[in-house]
């Protein structure tokens, strides 16, 4: 990204020292000093580096200060038996910030009631971890419900690490063998002789090795000796959250911080060709401007300066892929061609069998367009950061609520083009993530407005520059056949989905549970220049949607039910059919619903979890309006470390699924979005939300993901509900008043 910028005035830099009060902590126990945004039961404090086993300031059993020891990069324990456990994936209202520390803490046996947590530094290389949720290092980005999954393994095995250092040095205090030596929350216990001495005491003379002791899954405890995981605790975040006193990225104030906007393109991809420059700088607390590859940024003493600045701004445009009168819905209905036998070939995505020779074969063949349009991420609060670059303009600091801590980081310096180094981040909490924050757009705009003024800058977004500048769920179709034989066996099955989003489109359309022979899967790509981004379940949604619909389409005009049809489909996966039966108890599948409702069922996996949904659902035939009343949910998704979050998840992702389902839609006219805030991009409201049910089947597998489970099934279960009780299809989500009374004349 380019820039440049112009100043009105230019004042002495003031201290950039934050107001809030500092904390500690050491990245490990050989050094390696950084700064954090701690957490704690107030809201968030700035860190400050201190040596191992410096003062805290608290008393401890004797009277005198207590002081922490760092046992390793992810644990400290003080004198007076407190123990800080850093929590490394962002916590954006999904529970990550309890349920990480909660895992750790399981096998240490640390006392929960002794437990603070704190937001572990932007060091990837310790606190990272793999795609594959084993080994050290790797990503820190909190995405695609793969916190607890991810970091699951590694922190069992850094809290066994951190008991065996307990033990080691207890036995050579005590001179006795580590053998006899068991703990007990925040004790350790020798039997034989009915010792007990408290973490906080072993603390005071612990000898902690610079590389931790081996340890394996045969050191790991049973999930029968499971204390805290499985357990529900209270949430960490939940307390300061209610009380207000929790701190967001849009709360961070520094001194001398200057605010900042930036009006961008109407049209994705275009820029700014001219703009009244003289007087944009001649408005009142104006301290300069600053010139984007797409928009023009204003940077001013206060918030109603700024906005002051925007409305006068008057800005020659140019470019942009879309500008050229793109239509959003004559450009969604082309895709039709475009999968069909005369459109370019596509990128197989996955192939088993001979789907066409199948399809030849078979005794009845059934065919089905889906469509879905844009959908805006609609996080709850706006996009927003403060940087602050020095004078020399060779390092920042930062203050950001990110699904990506690390990537930021990254991008800051190479925005700077210094080592990651020199730039501090201080990760937030953030109102709402849903893959849009894990983009650093509006991290590295306000370090472009930063250090065009070498001052603090809080650049902020409002909702109309996000619905309008958004990177969006891409609009698709999804073009389905199947083939079934004489027995009535589904044998052959193709799905081509076209749309403009590259790799976001694919994810879910693979179907490894459905036993189904002859398979051909592909995607055909489009090029609008409309930005495109990961949307809760990515492709799931759009892809579930129209799996699980043809999958009942196929099931009426084979006069067999849907829950039996997916029963013989999934008769290869035990494990998937125990959530099918699950949900199919739980609704009372089989029997009658009330007067002038009808239910539809749908099986999705996501994130390594398998979860089937029922919704009971009503219409009004007048409106159009479709009304869901229940919606119940079973889900396997390995070990719930946390119970009573990990239902609030599976709940917040069929809410998300609904909205997206009956409301949500982003619409392009001559290139610009049509839609401007929630008064006309609507969403689920409380006066819509159905009764949910969800619950999860015992198992003793590793966790999977949660948090996006829930989101996949909500469109086709719905569809498949509406089918039932009018006989006819829903294909183009969202379900709107129009199209379902447009689906009702046939």
């Not at 109407?266 to 003289?278: D, K, L, M, Q």
């Not at 192939?351 to 005794?363: N, Q, R, T």
Request: with cysteine.
């Amino acid at each position: 990204m380019n820039a440049r910028a112009d100043f009105s005035s230019r004042e002495p830099r003031e201290s950039r020292e934050a107001t809030q009060s500092r904390r500690t902590f050491l990245k490990h126990t050989g050094g390696g000093l950084s700064f954090v945004l701690v957490f704690g039961p107030a809201g968030v404090t700035l860190g400050r580096p201190v040596d191992a086993h410096a003062t805290d300031g608290l008393p401890g059993a004797d009277g005198r200060p207590a002081t922490e020891h760092a046992f390793g990069a992810w644990v400290r324990i003080a004198t007076d038996g407190q123990v800080l456990i850093y929590n490394p994936a962002a916590e954006m209202g999904q529970g990550s910030m309890t349920a990480l520390p909660v895992i750790l803490a399981e096998e240490m046996d640390a006392d929960w009631e002794r437990v603070r947590i704190e937001q572990s530094p932007v060091e990837p290389s310790v606190y990272g971890r793999s795609w594959g949720g084993r080994g050290s290092g790797g990503t820190m980005m909190t995405v695609g419900s793969m916190a607890v999954r991810g970091y699951f393994t590694n922190l069992r095995l850094a809290g066994a690490q951190i008991r065996r250092v307990l033990l080691d040095n207890v036995a050579r205090e005590w001179s006795v063998p580590a053998g006899e030596l068991t703990t007990e929350p925040g004790v350790v216990v020798h039997a034989s002789s009915g010792r007990r001495i408290s973490y906080g005491e072993v603390a005071a003379f612990a000898r902690v090795p610079s590389e931790l002791p081996e340890v394996g899954e045969a050191d790991l405890k049973s999930p029968d000796d499971f204390r805290l995981i499985g357990h529900s605790v209270p949430r960490h975040d939940i307390p300061a959250k209610t009380d207000g006193s929790a701190r967001y990225g849009m709360d961070v104030r520094v001194p001398g911080m200057l605010y900042g906007m930036i009006v961008r393109s109407p049209v994705h991809e275009g820029r700014p060709a001219s703009f009244n420059e003289a007087e944009v700088r001649a408005q009142p607390g104006v301290v300069g401007t600053v010139t984007l590859d797409y928009g023009v940024g204003v940077i001013g003493e206060t918030v109603e300066a700024v906005f002051g600045a925007r409305d006068v701004m008057n800005i020659e445009w140019a470019g942009g892929a879309a500008a050229e009168g793109f239509d959003s819905v004559p450009a969604l209905e082309s895709y039709a061609e475009i999968a069909g036998p005369s459109g370019a070939p596509g990128r197989t995505i996955s192939e088993s069998g001979d789907a066409d020779a199948a399809l030849e074969g078979a005794a009845r063949r059934y065919e089905a367009d889906f469509y879905n349009d844009y959908a805006y991420h609609a996080q709850m609060e706006p996009l927003n950061a403060v940087a602050a670059v020095n004078e020399a303009g060779d390092g920042a600091e930062v203050w950001a609520g990110t699904q990506a801590a690390d990537g930021a980081r990254s991008a800051v310096a190479s925005t700077l083009g210094v080592p990651v180094e020199r730039v501090t981040f201080h990760p937030c909490y953030l109102g709402g993530g849903f893959g849009r924050r894990s983009m650093s757009d509006y991290v590295v705009e306000a370090v472009h407005l930063s250090r065009a003024v070498r001052r603090p800058v809080k650049l902020i977004w409002t909702r109309e520059d996000d619905v309008q500048y958004g990177a969006f769920r891409p609009q698709s179709l999804q073009r389905m056949t199947g083939g079934v034989d004489a027995d009535g066996d589904l044998t052959a099955w193709t799905h081509c989905v076209v749309g403009d989003g590259g790799g976001l489109l694919s994810s879910g359309i693979r179907i490894p549970y459905y036993d189904i022979p002859n398979q051909r899967i592909e995607s055909r790509g489009v090029r609008h220049g409309v930005r495109t981004k990961h949307w809760r379940s990515v492709g799931h949604g759009s892809n579930k949607f129209a799996i699980e619909a043809f999958i009942d389409d196929i099931a009426r005009g084979e006069s067999i039910d849907p829950y039996q049809f997916r029963r013989t489909l999934l008769r290869d996966a035990p494990r998937a059919v125990a959530v099918l039966d699950e949900v199919a108890d739980m609704a009372g599948w089989g029997e009658s619903p009330p007067s002038g409702r009808a239910r539809g069922i749908a099986f999705a996996e996501r994130s390594g979890s398998l979860a089937a949904g029922v919704a009971e659902i009503s219409v009004d035939e007048t409106s159009g309006r479709i009304r869901v009343h229940r919606f119940w949910c079973a889900v396997d998704g390995g070990i719930i470390v946390q119970p009573d979050n990990a239902r609030a998840q599976i709940e917040g992702g069929i809410v998300t699924g609904l909205s997206s389902a009956l409301f949500e839609r982003v619409s392009v006219r001559n290139g610009r979005v049509e839609q401007s805030n929630y008064h006309d991009y609507s969403i689920l409201r409380m006066s819509d939300m159905p009764e949910i049910d969800v619950r999860f089947i015992p198992s003793r597998e590793p966790p999977m993901g949660l948090g996006e489970s829930g989101t996949p099934l909500a469109a086709g279960a719905v569809a498949n509900a509406f089918a039932a009780l009018t006989g006819r299809p829903l294909r183009h989500m969202p379900f709107s008043p129009e199209r379902v009374l447009e689906a009702l004349e046939g």
